[in-house]
């Protein structure tokens, strides 16, 4: 079996993160033990859990499982609200790290800015601290707007390696995305290839995938890989999941770039990271 070779960027703190992951949510503790093993045998490099996805056991396993070395994966998990806070983030990191029967994460996210509880800036203090004590190789968030960023940027001066976001040719991002580029942010990409099909089904998704050969799922995540972002498509299918990053032996023309992205829908048809305060 050919094993997929995922080019890697570099972030602001050093660490090399793989274009291409898999993403975990919403598998169980077994379906990510089989579906991390199979990608990581495949070549997959980065996995995406989060402790909201309650399956960060079943991602240890699956890695484990593997038997690539732990050096040569990048993990990344995230930080649930209720562990917002100075020390409660530190925490909630080691707990995460139990789950996963690992000794350090590449990666850790704030999941969800909850601006209404106010306590983000808390727990990126923690984060901080993580990062500073050499625990964690890499710190980012996740759904946050320019406005949040802009809040730690002041208060503590420490630039997130990553922004995930919400982000595909039907919600673009504009503006959040030139704004993690203006401050050396890796944007990566949740739900890249929308939800319920209607993204991949749209005739000007099949038709560039006729065009090339591709099925629609590879064309939207080349489009991903043309803009400079990471994504982390999530699929349980051994099949899809090799498909899902085997997207670097051809590119899109500029002219079907923009194609695709005029598909875009604007920021209101977005989750509002303001508003998704559970």
Do not use: C
Request: no cysteine.
């Amino acid at each position: 079996m050919t094993v997929l070779d995922i080019p890697t960027v570099k972030l602001v703190n050093g660490a090399d993160i793989p274009q291409v992951g898999l993403g975990t949510w919403p598998m169980s503790d077994a379906e990510a033990e089989i579906a991390v093993a199979a990608a990581v045998e495949m070549g997959y490099r980065l996995v995406d859990t989060a402790h909201a996805y309650y399956n960060e056991t079943g991602v240890g396993r699956g890695l484990r499982a593997s038997g690539v070395p732990r050096e040569e994966l990048f993990v990344t998990t995230k930080l649930h609200d209720e562990w917002h806070g100075y020390d409660a983030a530190q925490e909630a990191y080691q707990a995460s790290l139990d789950r996963l029967g690992l000794d350090y994460a590449d990666l850790y996210l704030i999941h969800w800015p909850r601006p209404r509880k106010d306590r983000y800036v808390e727990a990126w203090k923690g984060m901080v601290k993580l990062l500073r004590d050499g625990r964690v190789r890499a710190i980012g968030v996740s759904n946050f707007k320019p406005a949040h960023i802009e809040r730690l940027l002041a208060e503590t001066g420490v630039v997130p390696d990553v922004n995930q976001i919400q982000l595909n040719p039907f919600l673009t991002r504009d503006e959040p995305r030139a704004y993690n580029a203006e401050h050396g942010i890796v944007t990566q990409s949740w739900s890249p290839i929308g939800r319920g099909g209607d993204l991949l089904e749209h005739p000007v998704v099949t038709a560039v995938a006729e065009r090339h050969g591709r099925t629609p799922a590879q064309i939207v995540l080349r489009w991903h890989i043309e803009l400079g972002l990471i994504t982390v498509p999530k699929s349980s299918s051994s099949d899809r999941i090799r498909g899902n990053a085997d997207i670097f032996h051809f590119t899109l023309t500029s002219e079907e770039v923009a194609e695709l992205s005029a598909l875009d829908r604007g920021e209101a048809a977005a989750i509002d990271s303001d508003a998704a305060d559970g």
